[in-house]
């Protein structure tokens, strides 16, 4: 079973940009597809970015293209999400997780395993 770990979760200013980092452990990273999800108060888990094992296969929400970018470096068993030119409505608490539809699609997207305790990202000026 694959083990992740979210961290680089901050209070940042509307504009402003965040990188958040996924450590994994537990199982052979390079073989699992990674998603980014998030849970901003009083609304539901939304998926933000996919990956896929090798990195070839990128997928975004709407809401976030252009602005967020997912990477991922298999040599250290780490996933990476980039984010820039943040709003306040990316204040959220963000979670990496194994994507059990290997990243075919941002809307199909689900975790497979449990949830970690997830980053939280907070937008505000």
């Known amino acids: 079973q694959l083990d992740l770990v979210e961290f680089g979760g901050s209070l940042v200013q509307p504009g402003g940009s965040l990188r958040l980092s996924c450590a994994a452990s537990?199982?052979?990273?390079?073989?699992?597809?990674i998603a980014w999800f998030r849970q901003a108060p009083g609304k539901e888990r939304e998926a933000v970015a996919c990956?896929?094992?090798?990195?070839?296969?990128?997928n975004y929400a709407d809401s976030v293209i252009g602005r967020f970018a997912v990477s991922r470096d298999n040599a250290v068993n780490m996933a990476f999400l980039q984010m820039t030119r943040l709003k306040v409505e990316d204040t959220a608490l963000y979670y990496c997780v194994e994507d059990g539809d290997f990243c075919r699609s941002i809307a199909t997207a689900w975790a497979f395993g449990s949830w970690g305790q997830g980053t939280q990202v907070t937008v505000s000026g």
């Open positions: 537990g199982a052979t990273f390079k073989h699992y597809a």
């Open positions: 990956i896929s094992d090798n990195g070839a296969v990128t």
